[in-house]
């Protein structure tokens, strides 16, 4: 089993920066950022491998950084430029293989919300 637990949601404006968080409870082989909407599926937003290999949603290219630190079994995304449509619940994911979209566990998600 592994736990993961999220930190760094909130409220903030249209244009502005926030920074999630994931400590994980041991190490394991991929680590992601999904979100989810009312009445959407949950998508990947951004995924990253032990070795440092990324992948990111074509909607957050550019504006979004995701980045693992592998001795601390802790993830970041650092988000720039953020649109009112980025507003989800961001769930912190991981999973014992390196497949992105094949995720194992999940956390009990937090709240962004961008205003306009």
């Known amino acids: 089993q592994v736990q993961l637990v999220e930190s760094g949601g909130g409220l903030v404006q249209a244009g502005g920066t926030l920074r999630l968080s994931c400590a994980a409870s041991r190490s394991i082989a991929t680590m992601a950022w999904y979100r989810q909407t009312p009445g959407k599926q949950r998508e990947l937003v951004a995924g990253i491998l032990r070795s440092g290999s990324t992948n990111y949603a074509d909607s957050v290219k550019g504006r979004f950084t995701i980045s693992r630190d592998n001795a601390k079994y802790t993830m970041d995304l650092q988000m720039n430029s953020l649109k009112p449509e980025d507003t989800a619940v961001y769930y912190c994911?991981?999973?014992?293989?390196?497949?992105?979209?094949?995720?194992?566990?999940w956390g009990k998600g937090t709240l962004v919300t961008v205003s306009s």
């Open positions: 994911a991981a999973g014992i293989l390196s497949n992105y979209y094949n995720m194992d566990y």
